[in-house]
């Protein structure tokens, strides 16, 4: 039985109750997300110098100088006269120097060699941040709810990219071949943009706490999610094309713009037998395809961007905005690289474009799907 009041008790004298605290969607998520934002960050730019990195390793032609996958020992390189001797000994036996690089010096093959372990090596750092930072992160009980199995996610894509690395590399080292099979060199850095492409977004996600994005999403642009989505596949399969012509050095073979020796079609481009090699091995069809749906691409960006005009939400707008403008300066780029014959600064930069508009498609996308709130001026709430 509560206690009697008293006759002439203070009415604010009387204990307040206790209001509901606020954030309780956040409430047992917490964990330490602007550590793992920065460490995410730091996990994108190693991958992007991996790309860029792997772009120079295949324009020197150094990815088949390292003929052995040592994953562990691997990180060692050759430290004497006699190592160096062994290695080069190795590299001897593959097609590519019997057929291409016979003559080749010693001094030469450490030049094509650097690249190569320098790429691996990179790989290697990559795969230590990851582990150490997920597993310090998972020690400490940081990980925000629902985030462990994302970020054990890129972990287990980047063992697989390791392993797709070497069966790239193996291609090249059987036969008459004297580059990689380009089909997995497609494939490997499809899975480095797929990676780069996961990071981007959980970096986004974690920018913003939990409870915001749930309010966020309800003001979702759909229409406008599905097409960056159809752009980011488009963006991809142009990606992947790309890989296909730095496979078979299908940029410099046909160097004018915007036809193809002096035609709207290369000439001759079903001479190989089977047919469907011809679309992965003759340089004229694999530059034509490229070339086509760089056009096609453009214009299904130049629609999107007419569609976010629309948007009433500014920030959604200077998104689609920034994607606009790199895809010109990315077609332009494009040009240019075929015009100069693929010169390496040139095609290094249109790769690193390529980058660059993956991870802007991205972002605009995940605006239009968790759109930031505007107050009444206009101005982000």
Known sequence: M?????????????????????????????????????????????????????????????????TEWKPVTGAIPPLDASHWQEEFELYQQSPQYRIMNNQMTLAEFKSIYWWEWGHRQLGRVIGLVWA???????????????????????????GLQGAIGWWMVASGLVGEMVSVASYRLATHLGLAFVILGFIAWYTFALARPERELMQARRGREAKLFSMGTGLMHFAFLQILLGALVAGI??????????????????????????????????????????????????????????????????????RFNAVMAMMLLQVVLGIVTVLYVAQMHIAITHQIGAVVL????????????????????????
């Open 358 to 381: 993956w991870v802007l498609i991205i972002r605009a996308r995940f605006g239009a799907q968790y759109p930031k709130a505007q107050s009444i001026r206009g101005k982000a709430a």
């Open 2 to 66: 509560a206690g009697q009041r008293k006759l002439f008790e203070e009415v604010g004298a009387e204990t307040p109750k206790a209001q509901p605290a606020g954030g309780m969607i956040d409430k047992g998520r917490g964990g330490a997300r602007g550590a793992i934002r920065l460490w995410l960050m730091l996990l994108f730019a190693l991958v992007m110098a991996m790309i860029v990195v792997g772009g120079m390793t295949r324009l020197t032609d150094s990815g088949l100088s390292i």
């Open 132 to 158: 150490l930072g997920f597993l310090g992160f998972l020690v400490t009980k940081k990980i925000p709810t629902g985030w462990t199995g994302r970020l054990l996610l890129l972990g287990a894509l980047g």
């Open 249 to 318: 050095d299908a940029g410099r073979s046909y160097t004018d713009w915007p036809l193809m020796a002096g035609g709207f079609f290369p000439p001759q481009p079903f001479e190989i037998v089977p047919l469907w090699r011809n679309f992965f091995e003759d340089p004229g069809l694999v530059q034509f395809m490229h070339r086509m749906a760089g056009y096609l691409l453009f214009v299904f960006g130049l629609v999107t961007w007419l569609r976010a005009r629309k948007s009433a939400n500014p920030d959604t707008r200077f």
